[in-house]
């Protein structure tokens, strides 16, 4: 029996019906208002970035957690009088986050950081995610929280947003299908999870005063998309309100997207919950639906007591929004007294953390080069990030690990001896860099610089290796935005200069070049790529990191990963980077802005594909070590069920076991409405074929998912016509085309999922 049912039989047993009615009105807002955990010296912002730091201004005033979970971001407060406990709330998307130790005690408390959201969202994998999901869970409930502040999962609008290694994708289908793989794994270990950010919190630009203007159409079928798909198909307990405003009014307090789409629309039972500091106007708070401040400060009690005892916030509606909180923690193992161990199975999730990462990464690139044959067996290792990997980004996202393995590292235990005079002289410096830096900070984790290799070096170390392996690292995170310049998405001069130097020796002595991508988000790959015979975006893999990478390398995993959005070729081809972070004129006054979403649905391939604008790498893009055949692919709508069924095989051609991730587009008539030219209504992972083998993939897709959203006659609508059904091995490989036509339109109040 799962964990999560035998709690729910326990609960259901001895908790009295309905506490609420006997709670005194401070006591309903002591519910509503959370506390925080100050965090030790308000962690400073990475230097010359445009960061929003927490708000330092507001710790003196809000309510402090009691600290049960020493680090935990904040907690509800306990009612002891009705034997309400506090709920402990922890971070993050990649693992949890509380502090690594604590006065007096001698015990760990650091936690698995696996693989980031981007990377687990490149698997295209839900049960994958589900795994890592229940590994997460399991470690948050052993450590005394009771919902986990993650899956982040806003649409990647802008490769340069700060967080977007702990979100998931472009589209809104992958991005809500690998968060509610999550979703469910956290909660069957049964702790509570907060998706977030609700919603376009797409920057972190501004991010608690832009104003985010966009199309309600825009709204429903991309930003609020994936939300509806993790609600409907996953049941978080909880959801977490955005900081930003949505066309003029703050998330927090906005009815319409609290209470009419996230409750009477998708049918969300849980509670929402602002984001850290994001209080406003307390009372439009309560009434727009947003249950909880997290956390709150004494001023707002009062300002809920008063509303109501004034009349201008209903008790019925205070009311209401305890119930939600009270009903959700009803679920959670502090309401039900579990006995946490604080020693959680951090040593069995090693192997977790490894495959995922290992499975999820993208072969981007491969000309004859990996997998390394056992012949090429000495490698010269260039870049610091080969020696020191980056398992992860900063901010609330950042994972307190016990360690971390590097690329060498993870060579070396694969019987890889990387070439030891430029080994040693990387160790020697990344030792000395690393003395220099400031001590571990979830918030600001400053990369060990680029370290310079003469040309004599990399002339000998061409002699005397076998091959080229160089690994670019990127590092971005919560608070700040990530440039458009050198050294951060377009590659350094020094990065630039070690890249060409080494590929013109190598290439000189007929020997091969492979480039490892320890980055966090969307980098430039045109100034560079044609330098390298090989590229394996690692993204940022996790503790075990270095191990997943020599797995892919050494060909013990065959890569299966896909790209979750698009690697254009200039940063000037996104379709927002003229309205991103800002659009108002002025923009960069310190004075929230607004930021107009301008390219509507045309966000990632929908531009690209719907404007014939070609790419560096595409959505849904990743090479394998075989290749596969896809055979006689059928589509047909079952009008009464209303449901379209699309079916085929996919035959392993090479020489080795893979899996291949089938992706179905389909492009809509546009006879009514405007639509993207093609747009992911299904994904499917396939097991391990074996060479020669094939395997079955079917989809069931209602139609009502692939509908457009009417935004003047507020509904949904398939509209009559052909639909060109694309069956491929990412957004632009289309394997075989099909169609199938409705003779009328169909419309819908709202989605299946
Ligand atoms: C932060 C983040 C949010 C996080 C919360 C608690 O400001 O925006 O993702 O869960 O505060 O740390």
């Known amino acids: 029996m799962s964990f999560l049912v035998v709690s729910l039989l326990a609960v259901s047993l001895g908790v009295k019906a309905d506490i609420v009615d006997e709670m005194t009105l401070e006591e309903k807002v002591d519910i509503v208002v959370g506390t925080a955990t100050a965090w030790p010296n308000p962690p400073q912002p990475a230097p010359g970035t445009f960061a929003n730091p927490p708000q330092p201004a507001h710790f003196p005033n809000t309510y402090q957690a009691q600290g049960r979970v020493q680090g935990a971001a904040g907690e509800s407060m306990a009612i002891a009088r009705l034997g309400i406990p506090s709920i402990v709330f922890t971070d993050g998307p990649a693992g949890v986050r509380i502090d690594p130790a604590r006065p007096n005690d001698k015990r760990s408390y650091r936690a698995t950081a696996f693989p980031i959201g981007t990377l687990v969202a490149s698997s295209w994998d839900v049960q994958l995610a589900k795994a890592v999901g229940q590994g997460i869970g399991s470690e948050a409930r052993e450590y005394g929280s009771d919902i986990m502040l993650c899956p982040g999962m806003n649409i990647m609008r802008n490769p340069l947003c700060g967080r977007n290694y702990e979100y998931y994708s472009e589209d809104p289908l992958l991005a809500g299908r690998i968060a509610a793989g999550m979703v469910e794994g956290i909660q069957s270990e049964g702790v509570g999870t907060s998706v977030k950010h609700f919603a376009v919190n797409n920057q972190e630009t501004f991010r608690n005063g832009i104003n985010a203007v966009v199309s309600e159409r825009a709204l429903r079928e991309l930003y609020l998309r994936p939300f509806e798909v993790v609600v ?257 998405y377009l590659l350094s001069d020094l990065e630039l200069s070690l890249l060409r130097r080494t590929s013109q020796a190598f290439h000189a002595l007929g020997k091969k070049v492979v480039v ?22 690692a993204w940022q893999p996790g503790q075990e990191g270095g191990l997943s990478i020599a797995d892919v390398l050494t060909g013990r995993v065959n890569p299966s990963g896909r ?123 396939t097991g391990a074929i074996s060479p020669g083998a094939e395997q079955r993939v079917s989809f069931d897709i209602p139609l009502s998912d692939m509908a457009s959203y009417d935004a003047d006659a507020h509904r949904w609508i398939c509209e009559a016509g052909t639909y060109k059904v694309m069956v491929g091995a990412s957004c632009t490989d289309i394997r075989q085309t099909l169609a199938f036509a409705l003779d009328k339109a169909y419309t819908f109040s709202n989605r299946q999922h």
Not at 516 to 533: R, T
């Open 232 to 488: 409907k198909e996953a049941k978080p307990w909880t959801v977490m309100s955005s900081y930003n405003k949505i066309n003029g009014t703050y998330a927090s307090e906005n009815e319409w997207l609290l209470t009419k789409v996230l409750r009477d629309e998708w049918g969300f039972m849980g509670f929402v919950m602002t984001d850290w500091w994001g209080e406003h106007d307390a009372v439009r708070q309560m009434l727009a639906g947003n249950d909880m401040l997290m956390p709150g400060t004494p001023a707002q009690k009062q300002a809920i007591i008063l509303a109501v005892k004034e009349g201008r916030l209903p008790m019925a509606v205070l009311d209401r929004n305890v119930r939600c909180i009270i009903n959700a923690m009803r679920l959670m193992p502090s309401w039900r007294q579990y006995k946490y161990s604080n020693a959680p199975d951090v040593k069995g999730h090693e192997a977790l953390a490894r495959r995922t990462a290992a499975e999820a990464m993208v072969l981007l690139k491969n000309d004859g080069v990996l997998p390394l044959t056992k012949a090429v067996r000495r490698p010269a290792l260039f870049g610091v990030a080969s020696y020191d990997l980056i398992a992860g980004g900063s901010g609330s996202g950042y994972v307190y690990k016990r360690h971390k393995v590097s690329t060498f590292q993870g060579l070396q235990a694969d019987a890889v001896k990387p070439w030891q005079p430029l080994a040693n002289r990387y160790t020697a410096y990344v030792a000395d860099e690393q003395k220099k830096m400031p001590a571990e900070n979830f918030w600001y984790v400053p990369l060990v610089p680029e370290m310079n290799v003469d040309d004599d070096m990399i002339a000998r170390s061409a002699r005397e290796a076998d091959v080229a392996i160089i690994t670019i690292g990127r590092s971005s995170g919560e608070g700040a935005d990530r440039q458009a310049s050198q050294g951060d």
């Open 516 to 537: 490892v991508l320890n980055i966090g988000g969307v980098i430039d790959m045109l100034s560079w790529q044609h330098e390298a015979d090989a590229i394996l975006l």
């Open 563 to 685: 790209l979750p959005m698009t690697f254009p070729l200039h940063y000037a081809d996104v379709p927002s980077a003229d309205n991103f972070p800002v659009t108002a004129a002025g923009a960069h006054s310190y004075a929230p802005a607004s930021v107009v979403y301008a390219e509507d649905l045309f966000v990632g391939y929908c531009h690209y594909t719907s404007h014939q604008v070609p790419v560096a790498y595409p959505f849904g893009f990743g090479l394998s070590y075989t290749s596969f055949q896809y055979g006689s692919f059928t589509a047909s709508v079952d009008t009464v069920r209303q449901r379209v069924c699309i079916e085929g095989t996919v035959a392993n051609m090479g020489k080795v076991a893979g899996c291949e991730v089938v992706q179905v587009y389909v492009g809509s008539p546009q006879t009514v409405l405007y639509k993207p030219e093609r747009e992911l209504r299904g994904f499917a992972k």
